[in-house]
């Protein structure tokens, strides 16, 4: 393991480093990650942009979708990170896994509504987001990809905000800008050499969120953070078979975890 990446090495980075060099390392890391989702705005905005301004109007439409799409996952990151910041501090590392895998867990299964609640009023969720009769089927055709991807979006948004909450800013914004750049690439080569127009900002943009998300949660399957995400851990009677108890999931962490984030929620949404 290289070094800083242990527990009890990371637990000192966190706990003893001067506050103004930890912001420092922190934050500039943190703040990169943030440019990199305008970075995907702005691509497809670019390449959409010589298509027609029908087309230039249905990206805009379905950042709206994505932005909602963001904000439950950075709801269910900030509010199980704040949890699993403290955990770590009292050095409680299996507390902070449940944490960890409940949020992951729900958020996946939140995302996986959003698509289906997407798909299923697709027409009049455009309508209400501000597509007009000639931007609506650009915008439906670029919303089913961000729909399809939706779950994994929402798993993205919070493997990101718990490793910064573990320290690890520098791979979450990895993680970003490597998403990033896939999706600049995927939008010159799907919409300027193949021609699929706005499905392939569709395609592009869906792409790279998804890819992001594989390399974000990959860490906390390789023992590269403190917290895990482990099955076992969200369900209570699988994680102590000693312990009957009278609820499968410990609702009061998954309180926890809603009450905490959801300031996050309203401010992303």
Same mark, same amino acid.
């Not at 509010?79 to 299996?94: F, K, M, P, V």
């Not at 392939?200 to 917290?227: M, Y």
């Given at each position: 393991?290289?070094? !800083?990446?242990?527990?009890?090495?990371?637990?000192?980075?966190?706990?003893?480093?001067?506050?103004?060099?930890?912001?420092?390392?922190?934050?500039?890391?943190?703040?990169?990650?943030?440019?990199?989702?305008?970075?995907?705005?702005?691509?497809?905005?670019?390449?959409?942009?010589?298509?027609?301004?029908?087309?230039?109007?249905?990206?805009?439409?379905?950042?709206?979708?994505?932005?909602?799409?963001? +904000?439950?996952?950075?709801?269910?990151?900030?509010?199980?990170?704040?949890?699993?910041?403290?955990?770590?501090?009292?050095?409680?590392?299996?507390?902070?896994?449940?944490?960890?895998?409940?949020?992951?867990?729900?958020?996946? #299964?939140?995302?996986?509504?959003?698509?289906?609640? !997407?798909?299923?009023?697709m027409d009049p969720m455009m309508n209400l987001?501000?597509?007009?009769?000639?931007?609506?089927?650009? %915008?439906?055709?670029?919303?089913?990809?961000?729909?399809?991807?939706?779950?994994?979006?929402?798993? $993205?948004?919070?493997?990101?905000?718990?490793?910064?909450?573990?320290?690890? +800013?520098?791979? %979450?914004?990895?993680?970003?800008?490597?998403?990033?750049?896939?999706?600049?690439? !995927?939008?010159?080569?799907? #919409?300027?050499?193949?021609?699929? $127009?706005?499905?392939?900002?569709?395609? %592009?943009? %869906?792409?790279?969120?998804?890819?992001?998300?594989?390399?974000?949660?990959?860490?906390?399957?390789?023992?590269?953070?403190?917290?895990?995400?482990?099955?076992?851990?969200?369900?209570?009677?699988?994680?102590?078979?000693?312990?009957?108890?009278? +609820?499968?999931?410990?609702?009061?962490?998954?309180?926890?975890?809603? +009450?905490?984030?959801?300031?996050?929620?309203?401010?992303?949404?």
């Amino acid at each position: 393991m290289r070094t !800083g990446d242990s527990p009890e090495e990371r637990y000192r980075m966190m706990t003893e480093t001067p506050t103004g060099t930890l912001v420092l390392k922190l934050g500039l890391p943190t703040t990169v990650s943030v440019l990199v989702t305008t970075i995907y705005n702005m691509a497809d905005t670019y390449f959409v942009s010589s298509l027609g301004t029908s087309q230039s109007g249905a990206v805009g439409v379905v950042f709206a979708l994505m932005a909602i799409i963001q +904000a439950f996952g950075f709801m269910f990151g900030h509010g199980a990170g704040s949890n699993i910041g403290r955990l770590l501090g009292a050095h409680n590392t299996d507390r902070a896994t449940s944490f960890a895998s409940t949020s992951v867990f729900f958020g996946l #299964i939140c995302g996986v509504l959003i698509t289906v609640l !997407g798909f299923s009023f697709m027409d009049p969720m455009m309508n209400l987001l501000g597509s007009t009769p000639t931007i609506h089927p650009y %915008a439906k055709e670029y919303a089913f990809y961000i729909l399809l991807a939706a779950p994994l979006m929402v798993l $993205g948004c919070i493997t990101n905000n718990i490793l910064r909450y573990e320290g690890k +800013a520098a791979f %979450a914004m990895i993680g970003l800008v490597s998403g990033g750049v896939l999706n600049i690439f !995927g939008d010159y080569y799907l #919409i300027k050499i193949l021609g699929l $127009g706005v499905a392939g900002a569709g395609i %592009a943009t %869906a792409v790279s969120q998804c890819v992001a998300a594989a390399i974000l949660i990959v860490p906390f399957f390789t023992g590269k953070t403190q917290s895990r995400i482990s099955f076992k851990s969200i369900f209570r009677d699988l994680e102590h078979p000693e312990i009957r108890h009278p +609820a499968l999931f410990d609702w009061a962490m998954v309180g926890s975890i809603i +009450a905490i984030g959801m300031p996050s929620l309203m401010r992303q949404g």
